[in-house]
């Protein structure tokens, strides 16, 4: 029987190299190119990746501490593709596909450090309990000028039709949908092509940043492959149109952040969705699972916002949540009841940054979802008005990076959920960053200190 490379490569001839993708901790693809000469045998045994691809650091720099690098002698291990994601690279026009792997240690069982695995053990828990999650993603971002200012910061594009630049904000702008129509009518065609759902396409409040929503799916792992393939689109193709795409949070220190949001509702064996009531907070269920993603949100947010960048997000009035509370269809809160027949009642998470590991974030999610249903707790009332503005809030989430990384070094909750390698290898990997990024001298603090002291 023909195995799915032998149908792809019969149905495309033209192919010459495919690139095998995989996603380290913060959600940065790496892989390697091989030749459809030796891609069978490399399908049938796997592409051979250190261990260490998971101790990187964002600028690609080995976390010694995580014992991945030196230790083992930068040990190599199989990494799998992922079945169904074996697609062409329309961008590329000298016969290229790709495909996503996962690793796995050379025996056999899934690599410890590889967040999809910790994802795909979360799913085999609502599978024992009967429930299926359907998630659905909405990724924001910019489009940046290839460009940078004098001083090496990121500017907006010069608009494709007018030539200019703008700096303006202008939420759900049709002129600026009109402005890029090209680049992103090329970004959906390339979606399509590579098989990720993706449906609404809005202008966002930044110059250049727009969100793009991907369809719900019954298939927590498939979203966050698609989602992962759609990072990848964006900052391709917007290349083919003379500019480049971020997902950086925060590019601009007085513009709109770049967010990560997820909408979840949990289906039962017979498709039903088990959210759905006529109560507008929904069934006792959601209110469970709300609970649960509320209590295990503030050790979470090393999770969601992963970078020193991430930080700069979390400001007061910027619709983005400083506190764990839930709301009906209000933007500040961290968790939404969007507005919606009673059929289709879900949560909508709030929290995460567009550059956060969406399987690390979905992993949370979901996690704190099964605690919330297991332990059967309520939420607090969901709040009411203007979310930065009220007396009685719920906790605070942490507002500095120092604090989450402490707050998910110390979660019994996330230890248990990751598992403790990956626990640990996280909180290694993210504690030699901010140690890293603190410890360098910037023009900004030179500029601010040096006249006076």
Request: net charge negative.
């Amino acid at each position: 029987m023909p195995t799915e490379l032998d149908a792809f490569l019969a149905a495309h001839p033209e192919v010459r190299f495919i690139d095998l993708l995989l996603h380290d901790i913060h959600g940065v693809d790496r892989g390697k190119r091989v030749d459809v000469g030796s891609a069978r045998s490399t399908f049938a045994n796997g592409l051979l990746l250190p261990g260490s691809m998971f101790a990187l650091d964002v600028p690609g720099g080995t976390v010694q501490a995580t014992g991945l690098g030196f230790d083992e002698g930068d040990a190599d291990r199989p990494c799998m593709p992922i079945p169904g994601t074996l697609l062409g690279v329309p961008w590329l026009d000298h016969g290229v596909a790709q495909a996503q792997v996962t690793m796995h240690e050379r025996d056999g069982r899934p690599f410890a450090g590889d967040p999809r695995h910790a994802l795909a053990r979360v799913l085999g828990q609502f599978r024992t309990l009967g429930l299926t999650p359907v998630v659905a993603v909405e990724l924001e971002f910019y489009f940046i000028d290839r460009e940078r200012t004098a001083t090496g910061l990121p500017q907006p594009p010069r608009s494709p039709l007018t030539g200019r630049r703008e700096f303006r904000t202008q939420i759900n702008s049709m002129v600026d949908l009109d402005d890029y129509s090209a680049v992103l009518a090329d970004i959906d065609a390339t979606c399509r092509a590579q098989q990720v759902p993706s449906t609404t396409q809005l202008a966002e409040y930044g110059p250049g940043q727009f969100e793009v929503n991907l369809l719900h799916v019954a298939d927590a792992l498939a979203a966050c492959d698609q989602a992962a393939r759609f990072k990848r689109i964006v900052k391709c193709v917007s290349r083919r149109h003379g500019m480049d795409a971020t997902f950086l949070p925060k590019p601009y220190a007085d513009m709109a952040g770049s967010g990560l949001h997820v909408h979840v509702s949990l289906v039962d064996a017979a498709g039903t969705n088990v959210f759905a009531s006529d109560h507008p907070l929904g069934s006792a269920m959601m209110r469970h699972a709300a609970a649960g993603m509320l209590a295990t949100m503030a050790e979470g947010m090393a999770v969601f916002a992963p970078l020193a960048n991430s930080w700069r997000r979390f400001r007061p009035e910027a619709y983005v949540p400083l506190t764990a509370d839930w709301s009906v269809n209000n933007r500040g809160a961290a968790l939404r009841v969007p507005v919606s027949d009673v059929a289709n009642r879900r949560l909508e998470h709030r929290v995460a940054g567009a550059e956060a590991n969406l399987y690390l974030v979905m992993t949370w999610i979901l996690g704190g979802i099964l605690k919330g249903l297991t332990e059967r707790h309520l939420p607090r009332a969901p709040l009411e008005g203007n979310a930065y503005h009220m007396d009685s809030l719920g906790e605070a989430l942490p507002r500095y990076w120092p604090t989450a990384i402490d707050r998910f070094e110390s979660s019994a909750f996330g230890r248990e959920l990751l598992g403790p390698d990956l626990h640990r290898l996280y909180s290694l990997v993210k504690r030699q960053e901010m140690d890293d990024f603190n410890a360098q001298v910037t023009a900004h603090e030179c500029e601010l200190y040096l006249p006076t002291l």
